[in-house]
């Protein structure tokens, strides 16, 4: 087992296939911030069906300002 902090800062105990499971995770959502981040600093969203595909592949925890 391995030691490791959450999204909000406990420490939780992995193994290292859920490590390399979270690892994946991070990566997949460090493609997305980009886009997310262009939303944030403009304070608005894009159209309505893009806006729901952006949704539903989730919001990167950075991104999660409220």
């Known amino acids: 087992m391995q030691e490791l902090q959450d999204l909000y800062g406990f420490n939780i105990n992995v193994t290292p296939l859920q490590r390399a499971e979270r690892e994946a995770c991070d990566a997949h959502s460090a493609t997305r911030q980009p886009e997310w ?9 894009p159209g309505e069906a893009k806006a729901k595909e952006m949704i539903r592949k989730g919001i990167p925890p ?3 300002t409220w």
């Open 37 to 45: 981040m262009l939303c944030v600093e403009q304070d608005q969203m």
């Open 62 to 64: 950075p991104c999660r």
